[in-house]
């Protein structure tokens, strides 16, 4: 089992900058890719980032591309997003996820962190 536990979120202005971090617990976290998920009121959760195992890979939603950063730090089993020049539309819930090597679905959730950006 894994434990993901997301810290971070908060008000902020549009334009300001927070990040978000995801401790891990429960299983060696380090060999699992790991990514953010947002649901903002009414929506359904959308993919927001991804980070390879191996910390050489990233991914990234078309709509944060460019203004988060994703990263972790194996040696904390903790996994880090960066989010800056933040809009009101970025406003929601972030959870962070794990998933199995090979798997195709994310099998581990946190319980989801609030991120309000203000006009």
């Known amino acids: 089992q894994v434990q993901l536990v997301e810290s971070g979120g908060g008000l902020v202005q549009a334009g300001g900058s927070l990040r978000l971090s995801c401790a891990a617990s429960?299983?060696?976290?380090?060999?699992?890719?790991m990514g953010w998920f947002r649901q903002a009121p009414g929506k359904e959760r959308e993919y927001v980032a991804a980070i390879a195992y191996t910390q050489l890979t990233t991914n990234y939603a078309d709509s944060v591309k460019g203004r988060f950063t994703i990263s972790r730090d194996n040696a904390k089993n903790t996994v880090y997003l960066r989010m800056n020049d933040l809009k009101p539309e970025d406003t929601a819930v972030y959870y962070c996820?794990?998933?199995?090597?090979?798997?195709?679905?994310?099998?581990?959730w946190g319980q989801g962190t609030q991120v309000t950006v203000s006009p």
């Open positions: 996820a794990a998933k199995n090597r090979g798997a195709s679905t994310w099998s581990y």
């Open positions: 429960g299983r060696i976290v380090s060999s699992l890719p």
